[in-house]
């Protein structure tokens, strides 16, 4: 009689535990539309749609390899496997063409797509979901106006179970939060602005904040660093490493042009961001800085407060590598106050050098910071085919050396041959 | 300081700093005229000569950095002592204006076609890409890297 309630119980219990699984990853089909005709779009909407797609740095995800903004394909390694994004122009058999505004706003809110299937995190709705109706609506009707490009996504190489789309239902359970940010009434208009900017569309923690082993933002480390593509995204609370503190009419500077005087050039994933906020509103940049620059405030690091000017003198090091330094770096980063016709700064002030880890000094070295062809702003010529990778471990710990007060990087060797194993 | 260098095919000493640029020395020390001084700062191309068959700005890369890399410059090129076909083909096109970029212009150009003997105009425009040209002769340019690849 027992055994047959526990057996029962038991039965029951993975009844519900199944149910509420399907009512969990089950969601309704939203019917293909036509796509809108782009002849009725509303300007201004357009306008509005097309600034903020651009703080959403969303063209630089869904790229195509040919360079098709919107189109997709672009393949992102992650650690569960590579993801391909997808193809967000309207294009009805390989685009977004027959998702109606609410289907668009579902995938934006709940990462899951027109036909009900669970999107991955990848696509960073944890963020997007604090995104106001009347934003979403603007960037339905940007990219419903797109050109449409046939293009065909190849299908996410996954390891397994994550290969197994409703798992993305438990992760959500896990982390995903959909409420709306309460604007902070303490806090100036401009702030909140910022917030709901970075908070929201921007998704500047999809970088700067690291990831727990499920791949999700630990929340309690917001903005204390992450990565991306190999690179480094810098803290932007008070771990900053900068050797000037941010301030936000620097930020803002920053953001929109890829460059500051005191801080040096956005390079790695950062440089599509900075291109992309350039496209924005100076009003938009101006709040998404007020808001980083709060990040940091008052950090005030005294380890920081002095970085040697000139440079220390470096014991032992090889006559060759200071030699290189001279020949090769301290024509354009040299210490005179000179940005010069590259824009390179005294390496006093670079953030780069003075990061916990090598990754992105190792990777401006070897790939160069590419010029800009619609606009002025930093340059500086890849070095991985001119210095030998011993050269350049040499080189990067010299340069540690030299113009910071942080300890030996041990990770130089490593960087290089993993930079070197992408491509660079 | 005394620095061997190996130069189109002919081991070399050079007496000079070894923070030296290597283009300093290809002209001064070694009478090599043909990579130029455009920028000084690996922006231009001008200065552009192969380092083991790849082409690289000499103008940013000092002699202490050389080692055992072979240095291959324009007059490198040279067939018993005659322009090569890339050479010819920029002569036949005439692809010059001023001329001052077109020395890096042929070294950067060679590697292409060494690495795709018959490259489309858009492989072509993507590997110049680091290679500027004040004067405008892009599509003469374009031209004799065309011919050269027929």
Request: glycine share 10%; aromatic share 6%.
């Amino acid at each position: 009689m027992r055994l047959r309630a526990i057996v029962l119980g038991a039965i029951g219990v993975l009844l519900v535990a199944i149910v509420s699984g399907l009512a969990l990853t089950w969601h309704p089909t939203f019917p293909p539309i036509s796509p809108p005709s782009s002849a009725a779009t509303d300007e201004r909407v357009f306008g509005l749609g097309a600034e903020l797609a651009a703080i959403g740095n969303c063209n630089d995800c869904h790229v195509a390899n040919s360079g098709t903004p919107y189109a997709g394909g672009r393949s992102l390694p992650t650690p569960f496997g590579t993801i391909y994004s997808s193809n967000i122009t309207p294009d009805v058999a390989t685009g977004i063409g027959t998702w109606s505004e609410a289907a668009f706003r579902r995938a934006m809110r709940d990462g899951v797509d027109r036909e009900g299937r669970e999107l991955y995190p990848a696509f960073p709705y944890d963020h997007f979901t604090k995104a106001t109706d009347d934003d979403v609506h603007a960037l339905y009707v940007y990219l419903m106006a797109q050109p449409a490009a046939r293009n065909v996504i190849p299908p996410n190489d996954l390891k397994f179970p994550l290969n197994f789309r409703p798992m993305v239902a438990g992760w959500k359970l896990l982390f995903l939060r959909e409420a709306q940010l309460e604007p902070d009434r303490g806090k100036s208009a401009e702030w909140n602005r910022g917030r709901y900017l970075v908070e929201g569309l921007g998704h500047c923690g999809a970088c700067h904040t690291p990831r727990n082993i499920l791949g999700a933002e630990e929340r309690n480390s917001a903005y204390a660093g992450g990565t991306a593509e190999g690179w480094n995204a810098p803290p932007l609370n008070s771990y900053t490493v900068a050797a000037q503190p941010w301030t936000a009419k620097q930020l803002a500077e920053y953001l929109s042009t890829g460059w500051h005087r005191l801080h040096g050039a956005a390079a790695g994933p950062m440089t599509d961001v900075t291109r992309n906020l350039g496209r924005a509103s100076q009003q938009d940049v101006r709040a998404i800085a007020t808001y980083i620059a709060s990040l940091s405030s008052g950090s005030g690091n005294p380890k920081q407060a002095a970085p040697p000017k000139a440079g220390n003198p470096v014991a032992d090091t090889p006559a060759e590598v200071a030699a290189i330094y001279d020949g090769a770096c301290a024509n354009c980063h040299n210490d005179r106050n000179d940005v010069g016709p590259s824009k390179a700064l005294s390496l006093t002030l670079s953030s780069a050098v003075r990061e916990a880890g090598s990754a992105n000094a190792v990777r401006v070295v070897l790939e160069g910071i590419p010029a800009r062809s619609d606009a002025p702003g930093a340059y500086m010529p890849p070095f991985g085919g001119i210095l030998t990778d011993q050269q350049i471990e040499l080189l990067a710990a010299y340069v540690r050396a030299r113009y910071t007060d942080q300890s030996p990087w041990t990770d130089i060797r490593q960087e290089i041959t993993k930079a070197r194993k992408n491509g660079s | 300081m005394t620095i061997a260098l190996h130069v189109n095919g002919a081991s070399r000493e050079v007496n000079a700093d070894p923070s030296t640029p290597l283009l300093y020395v290809l002209r001064n020390d070694l009478a090599l005229h043909g990579p130029k001084f455009g920028c000084g700062l690996g922006q231009c191309g001008a200065c552009t000569v192969h380092l083991d068959g790849r082409a690289t700005f000499s103008c940013v890369l000092p002699i202490a950095a050389v080692g055992d890399r072979k240095v291959t410059t324009l007059e490198g090129l040279l067939e018993d002592g005659k322009p090569n076909k890339l050479q010819q083909a920029f002569i036949d096109e005439q692809a010059a204006q001023c001329g001052y970029c077109i020395a890096g212009m042929v070294m950067r150009a060679q590697t292409l076609l060494r690495a795709n003997p018959h490259p489309t105009d858009e492989e072509i425009k993507q590997h110049m890409r680091p290679n500027l040209c004040r004067c405008g002769t892009h599509a003469g340019i374009l031209r004799a890297i065309k011919r050269a690849a027929a």
